[in-house]
C-alpha cells in the first residue's frame, strides 16, 4: 500500500482534514463559462461520469478503423513496427515477453474511450465525433473477441461491460512489501564471497552512436598500447579508429554462409536495393530489434518479441534459424531450421557484412 | 559549499578513516602500488606557454555576438540524445540527458531530457489559459497573468521518468550512463503552490482527487491524490530562473515532487477536482507494474532511492592513467533527502561512503564524490543510495526477486560498470 493512500487518503472526509481554513481567495482569475467548461472537461472515468450521448456498432467501427487507426496499430491490431498492439497477448502476461493490449492487461473500457477520443488519431486528435469514438470502442473490443460483430456500444450499455484483466491491477504495496527487506543496515566489507561478471552490454550492442564516446575509448586503447600502462601524463597518443565487429569473419565463413543463404533468397533479399518480399528485408538485421523492418508486415509474435526486447544479434539470430517455431512459436516464417550449429554460424557471418 | 556543511553528516566515522580501511581491504593501496601521484618533469618547454597564443593576442567577440550565450563550441559533444529503435516516432519518444557531461546538482536547461506523447506544443503566453474545474465552490479560468499575481515559491527538484533504467530489467543493454539513466533532471522551479491555487477556487469537502490535464495533442492526463496536490505540488512557470523551455511545457508545467515524470503534466491547461481516480490510459495501459505472476501494481507513483556512478562510465573512460582519479555520480530519493552514498570498487563485495557535495534538498539529485589513487587493475564500480528514511538502493537481483523483469518502470537497481585496465567502462551486471 502506497504511504500515501495508506495514511486515510481515500477515506471519505480526508480532505477535510487536508485542507484547514487556509486564506481567502484573491479574486484573480473569472468564471469558466459552461461552454468553456464543457469543451475542456472529456474525461471519462470507469464509472462511465463524463460520457457524451451516442452509439456506435462494430461495422461502422472497423471502417473507421481501417482508414484512420490500422496504419500504425495493424489490421487486427496487432501494432505495425513500434506502435502499440491494441488486440491480442490473453494469457501472456506471466511470459517472458508479456504483451499487454486491451483484451490482455487494460482494466477498464472507459481508458480506451477516453483515449481515443482525447488523442486519436495520432496527429489529429479529438477529430471524432462521440459517434465515431463509440464505433472505434466497439470495433476494439470485437478485434479483442470481447463481442460479436452485430454488437453496438453505447452510453447505456457501457456501465454492462468489464474487461477481462480488471482485477489483475492492485494498489502499489512496495513499501509494504519490499521496504521491510530494503530497509536493512547495508553490508560494508566482505558482502560475498566473489563477483564474477554475467552479463555485458557490449554483446547486444544496441547503443546508440555517440562519436565522441568513441573518440574517447579509442584513445584509451590508444593509450594503454602506448604506455604500456605507465605515465599517462607523458603521452598524447593518436586517436585510432574503431575497429569493425565484422571484420573478425573470416573470408572461407562469409563465403560458405553465401553458399547457405541460397535457401534464404526464396523469401528474403539482402545487399543493395534489397526490398521485403515474402519475408523482411534482411540488410542490417544484426543489432536490430526483431519485427521492425519498416514496411514489412510482421506476426504479432514476432513484433511482439520485439516489443519485449529481442534483439537480433549474432546469437540470437543463429538461436532462431536453427528452430523458428520453436524459438518463437506463432511467428509466421515457414522454414524446418538449420540444425548444424557451424552452418549457422557461416549463415550470420555472411548476414553481418550488410550493415545498412 | 565547504566539506563541514555537507560532509559529517553521516554515521560511521570520518570518511577518510572509511576510504583507508576500504582501500586496504580491496587490495588497492600500498605504497608501492600508487603511481604518478608527483609532478611529472617534461621533456620540453609546452608551445602553448612559450608562444604567445591567438586568443592572447587578437581581439575576440565582443559583447551581444551571441545575445542568448550558447555552450563553448568546444562543448559540441554535450548533447540530448535518442535511441531510435524504442520508439516509432520523435513526436511520441524520449531522449536522455546527458548526465555523464554535467557536474554539480542543477541539470542546464537546454539538456534536460525531453518526453512528449504527441510533440511539443507551442502556445503564445497571451494564449495560455488555465482552468479549474469540478467538485470546487468556483470553477475559474485563468492567464498567465493572473498566475503571476499569486505568491510565488522557489524549490529544486528532480524529475526522473518511470521507465528510466527501464531498458535494463532483463539485463545490461545500453552502453552509457546517459542511456540507461538519462530520463532524469534536477532544476529550480518558480512558481505557485497546487496548495494557493486550489484554494482560489475552493475544493468541496468531497474533493479526494485532481485529474491534471495538458493542452497538447495528447492531452496527457493523470490522476492524483489530493493530499499529495496539497502536500507540495506547484505549478511552475520558470526553471533554472528562465521560462520554462518549449519542451518542458512552456509557459505552465505541473510539479508533483518525488514522483513519476509522467504525472508532471506539461503545457498543463486543467485541473479538475473530483472523488474518484480517472485510471486513464497513462495510470493503467502504461506506468502499472506488471509482476512475474501476471498481476500488476497500480499507483506507483514514488520513485525510491537511487544512485549512479556518472564518471567513469562506458561514455566517459578514465582518460589519464594510473593514479589520482576522482568517480563522481548521481544519487536522489522521491522519499526526501539523501543521507549517505557507498562506492565500490570491486563489485559490491567491499563498499566505502562517498563524499556529498553541494546543497542537499529534498527529492532532489544529490552529486557525491569519491577520490582514490588508481592501480590500473580492473575495476567494478557501483553506486548505492541510502535516503534518510533508511531505504538502500537494492541491487538489481534483489528488485528482480520481488518484480521479475517485466515491470518495464521503477528500477532502481544498483548500476554496475567494469572500468577496465586501459580506462574503457562497460555496462555488466555481476554475480
Request: charged fraction near 20%; glycine fraction near 10%.
Amino acid at each position: 500500500m502506497s504511504r500515501f493512500l495508506k495514511s486515510g487518503l481515500l477515506c471519505a472526509g480526508a480532505a477535510l482534514v487536508a485542507l484547514p481554513a487556509i486564506a481567502q481567495s484573491s479574486g484573480l482569475g473569472r468564471a469558466a463559462l459552461p461552454e468553456e467548461v464543457a469543451a475542456w472537461d472529456i474525461d471519462i472515468r470507469p464509472d462511465g461520469a463524463g460520457l457524451p450521448d451516442g452509439s456506435g456498432d462494430v461495422w461502422t467501427g472497423e471502417e473507421l478503423y481501417e482508414a484512420q487507426c490500422a496504419h500504425c496499430h495493424g489490421t487486427f491490431g496487432e501494432g505495425m513496427g513500434s506502435w502499440p498492439m491494441l488486440a491480442g497477448g490473453q494469457g501472456s502476461l506471466t511470459h517472458e515477453h508479456p504483451q499487454k493490449t486491451i483484451g490482455s492487461y487494460w482494466p477498464y473500457l472507459s481508458t480506451v474511450w477516453d483515449y481515443v477520443n482525447r488523442a486519436m488519431p495520432y496527429g489529429a486528435a479529438q477529430s471524432l465525433t462521440p459517434d465515431e469514438v463509440y464505433a472505434i470502442t466497439a470495433y476494439l473490443m470485437y478485434l479483442n473477441d470481447l463481442v460479436d460483430d452485430d454488437f453496438e456500444l453505447s452510453r447505456d450499455n457501457f456501465g454492462d461491460i468489464r474487461l477481462p484483466n480488471e482485477d489483475g491491477f492492485y494498489l502499489d504495496d512496495r513499501v509494504a512489501l519490499e521496504w521491510p527487506v530494503f530497509t536493512q543496515a547495508p553490508c560494508m566489507s566482505d558482502c560475498k564471497p566473489d563477483v564474477q561478471v554475467t552479463m555485458r552490454a557490449a554483446v547486444l550492442d544496441v547503443t546508440p552512436d555517440d562519436p565522441t564516446a568513441d573518440a574517447r575509448r579509442a584513445q584509451a586503447r590508444a593509450m594503454a598500447a602506448a604506455s604500456g600502462g605507465g605515465d599517462a601524463a607523458a603521452s598524447t597518443p593518436e586517436v585510432e579508429p574503431d575497429e569493425e565487429a565484422s571484420a573478425a569473419h573470416s573470408p572461407e565463413l562469409i563465403a560458405q554462409g553465401e553458399s547457405l543463404y541460397r535457401a534464404c533468397r526464396s523469401c528474403h533479399q539482402v545487399g543493395d536495393g534489397a526490398r521485403n518480399s515474402v519475408g523482411p528485408v534482411l540488410n542490417g538485421i544484426l543489432g536490430r530489434v526483431a519485427g521492425r523492418v519498416e514496411g514489412f508486415r510482421y506476426s504479432p509474435a514476432l513484433t511482439g518479441a520485439g516489443d519485449a526486447g529481442l534483439i537480433w544479434t549474432e546469437d540470437t539470430v543463429s538461436d532462431f534459424i536453427a528452430d523458428p517455431r520453436g524459438y518463437l512459436p506463432r511467428n509466421r516464417m515457414s522454414y524446418a531450421g538449420l540444425r548444424d550449429a557451424d552452418e549457422r554460424r557461416a549463415l550470420v557471418a555472411y548476414l553481418s557484412t550488410y550493415s545498412e | 559549499m565547504s566539506e563541514e556543511l555537507t560532509g559529517g553528516a553521516s554515521a560511521g566515522g570520518s570518511g577518510a578513516t572509511n576510504r583507508r580501511g576500504f582501500l586496504r581491504g580491496a587490495g588497492l593501496a600500498g605504497a608501492g602500488l600508487v603511481v604518478g601521484t608527483g609532478a611529472v618533469r617534461a621533456a620540453s618547454p609546452d608551445p602553448l606557454i612559450t608562444d604567445v597564443q591567438p586568443w592572447a593576442q587578437f581581439l575576440g567577440d565582443g559583447v551581444d555576438a551571441a545575445p542568448y550565450g550558447k555552450p563553448s563550441r568546444h562543448e559540441a559533444h554535450v548533447i540530448r540524445r535518442n535511441v531510435e529503435w524504442l520508439t516509432a516516432d520523435t513526436s511520441s519518444s524520449v531522449n536522455f540527458t546527458p548526465i555523464h557531461e554535467l557536474d554539480g546538482i542543477i541539470t542546464p536547461n537546454g539538456v534536460c531530457f525531453e518526453r512528449h506523447h504527441a510533440g511539443v506544443a507551442d502556445i503564445a503566453p497571451q494564449d495560455y489559459r488555465l482552468m479549474i474545474n469540478g467538485l470546487v465552490d468556483r470553477e475559474l479560468v485563468f492567464t498567465l497573468q493572473d498566475l503571476l499575481r499569486l505568491p510565488r515559491e522557489n524549490h529544486v527538484y528532480f524529475l526522473e521518468c518511470a521507465a528510466n533504467s527501464g531498458m535494463e530489467w532483463r539485463g545490461a543493454q545500453l552502453n552509457g550512463a546517459q542511456f540507461t539513466h538519462g530520463m532524469i533532471h534536477n532544476c529550480m522551479y518558480t512558481g505557485v503552490t497546487l496548495r494557493t491555487l486550489l484554494n482560489e477556487a475552493g475544493v468541496k469537502p468531497q474533493g479526494s482527487w485532481l485529474l491534471a490535464e495538458g493542452a497538447d495533442a495528447s492531452a496527457m492526463s493523470r490522476s492524483i491524490p489530493m493530499e499529495k496536490a496539497l502536500d507540495d505540488c506547484m505549478i511552475a512557470f520558470k526553471m533554472n530562473g528562465e521560462a520554462l523551455r518549449p519542451e518542458q511545457g512552456y509557459p505552465v508545467r505541473l510539479i508533483v515532487p518525488g514522483w513519476e515524470g509522467n504525472m508532471w503534466v506539461k503545457w498543463l491547461r486543467r485541473l479538475e477536482v473530483g472523488d474518484a481516480p480517472w485510471h486513464h490510459r497513462e495510470e493503467t495501459s502504461k506506468y502499472t507494474d506488471l509482476l512475474a505472476d501476471g498481476r500488476a501494481r497500480r499507483f506507483t507513483w514514488e520513485m525510491h532511492a537511487k544512485s549512479v556512478i556518472t564518471n567513469p562510465s562506458p561514455q566517459a573512460p578514465i582518460l589519464h592513467g594510473h593514479g589520482p582519479t576522482v568517480i563522481t555520480g548521481l544519487a536522489w530519493s522521491g522519499v526526501g533527502k539523501i543521507a549517505r552514498v557507498d562506492v565500490s570498487l570491486d563489485g559490491g563485495r567491499n563498499w566505502a561512503q562517498a563524499r556529498l557535495s553541494g546543497p542537499s534538498f529534498d527529492k532532489s539529485l544529490h552529486r557525491f564524490y569519491f577520490e582514490f589513487d588508481w592501480d590500473g587493475r580492473d575495476l567494478l564500480l557501483q553506486s548505492r543510495a541510502i535516503d534518510e528514511a533508511g531505504y538502500v538502493q537494492p541491487t538489481k537481483s534483489a528488485l528482480r526477486d520481488f518484480r521479475g523483469v517485466s515491470s518495464v518502470y521503477h528500477n532502481n537497481g544498483i548500476q554496475t560498470w567494469h572500468v577496465h585496465s586501459n580506462g574503457e567502462a562497460e555496462n555488466v551486471e555481476v554475480s
